[in-house]
């Protein structure tokens, strides 16, 4: 294999699409979307993946109807019942990133006790993006930039220092399933210099050797 990737980044998506082709509910595909994250998390292991981040909630995916997103937003709790004591023996150590804040209460204590239980790991880290918008998350950047120092930035990195990413890596290789296209507005400066690989299987039928192929072939 070539030199490993440092940061593989992952636009899970497909899933609504692959519940309804099955005559299935969405929520099932998300379902089977978290399944495919356990197999991706244990390929990225194998692999020697230092860095995985998977894109789960946009901030545009509020439009979606209310029992979707109620579902989504369910999925961290069932994801902390079910893997955190494989994340913990594979030392994956999690971490959420976003406008986390206005997530329901639920969730967001969920989401930093997982985080709070892995801490100490370092084998892998998983970052999960939750309510993230890439523009969002400049905006708001530069905001606090701006109450931090009023006399502006010379360079990238003195931002970068007030992003919801700030400790992230840049991404080497961006993965998107389903067949699109598309960024769709996530991390769209940390993934400046990534290449970008488009894959046509919907997310609950990502692989192993899909990824394999994603970070070794050009």
């Known amino acids: 294999m070539k030199k490993v990737p440092n940061h593989v980044a992952i636009m899970m998506d497909g899933n609504g699409r692959w519940a309804v082709e099955k ?27 230092s860095n995985l981040t998977l894109y789960a909630f946009s901030s545009e995916n509020w439009k979606r109807p209310k029992q979707e997103v109620d579902y989504i937003m369910h999925l961290p709790s069932i994801f902390y019942k079910t893997e ?6 594979a030392g994956v150590r999690v971490e959420f990133f976003g406008d986390l804040q206005a997530l329901p209460l639920k969730t967001l204590a969920v989401i930093k006790k997982t985080m ?3 801490i100490h790991n370092n084998t892998l880290i998983l970052r999960i993006a939750l309510n993230y918008g890439s523009k969002d998350e400049i905006i708001n950047g530069i905001k606090e930039l701006v109450q931090a120092n009023s ?3 010379q360079e990238y990195e003195e931002l970068r220092q007030f992003f919801w990413t700030k ?5 080497d290789v ?15 400066m940390q993934a400046a210099n990534a290449r970008l690989v488009f894959i046509k299987a ?3 039928d990502f692989e192993r050797d899909m990824l394999s192929d994603a970070i070794t072939n050009n």
């Open 167 to 171: 400790e992230m890596p840049d991404v």
């Open 151 to 153: 006399q502006g930035i």
């Open 84 to 89: 955190i004591k494989a994340l913990n023996k």
């Open 116 to 118: 709070q239980e892995t």
């Open 174 to 188: 961006m993965i998107r399933t389903s067949g699109e296209q598309r960024l769709s507005n996530f991390l769209l």
């Open 202 to 204: 919907y997310w609950p």
């Open 23 to 49: 005559g299935k509910p969405r929520s099932a595909g998300h379902y089977a979307g978290m399944l495919a994250v356990r197999r991706t998390v244990e390929a990225a292991v194998q692999l020697g993946i």
